[in-house]
């Protein structure tokens, strides 16, 4: 199975490089036009700012490939949030994949904090990227921005209040949480989308 994994000026590339080595798989990491369309699976990973990333997708023409993409492709943390229509960091235009927002999280009591960083249960699983018996599982999250629960939602968890925790529309799947660093309910959910 050809996996490809979109490099561009993000980070947390590798720590998914090592997550699919650990499952068997030896991922391209890549840029190429050529390699990720003819690639059976993408993944569009990132830890970054929205605006100079979705700047650095343009500039390589990597957004119109990547929103024309056929097979299954997963975005991870930022890569989901830059498969939605807007992201309120840095006021971007994002790749609209998802006709949704991104907003900053606004803490509600003293002790929320930002960026919301750990361990929640995912809520409300239902997309192939999940089984039934992930839902209440717990996985590793670390971002300052989120998307609200909208018709995409694939599933969901709380942090000062409910977002979304997955994001699935058409070829399309998504994760606000990193499954590369969640054990081995990230690692179950890897292997599912592998096995889409």
């Known amino acids: 199975m050809d996996i490809a994994i979109v490099k561009y000026n ?21 840029a190429d036009p050529e390699l ?20 650095h997708l343009k500039e ?31 006021e ?4 609209g994949i998802f006709d949704t927002d991104v907003k900053l999280f606004i803490p509600q009591k ?3 904090k930002v960026p919301h960083m750990g361990w929640n249960a995912l809520t409300q699983v239902n997309s192939a990227l999940f089984t039934e018996d992930q839902e209440n599982q717990f996985v590793y999250f ?17 942090y000062i209040q409910p977002f979304s925790a ?7 799947y998504a994760t606000q949480f990193h499954p590369e660093k ?7 959910i890897l292997k599912n989308f592998l096995n889409l």
């Open 60 to 90: 390589h023409k990597l957004d119109e490939l990547i929103r024309n993409l056929k097979q299954p492709v997963l975005g991870i943390c930022l890569g989901m949030q830059l498969m939605c229509r807007y992201s309120e960091e840095g």
């Open 110 to 112: 003293h002790e929320d």
């Open 166 to 172: 997955a994001l699935h529309k058409d070829n399309f």
């Open 142 to 158: 670390v971002h300052s921005y989120y998307v609200p629960v909208n018709e995409y939602t694939a599933a969901t968890t709380g």
């Open 10 to 30: 993000a980070g947390n590339i590798y720590s998914v490089d090592y997550a699919l080595k650990r499952l068997g798989i030896e991922p391209v990491i890549t």
């Open 36 to 55: 990720l369309c003819k690639a059976d699976k993408v993944i569009f990973p990132g830890v970054g700012h929205a605006g100079s990333t979705m700047n």
């Open 182 to 188: 969640s054990g081995r309910v990230g690692e179950a």
């Open 92 to 95: 971007t235009d994002c790749l």
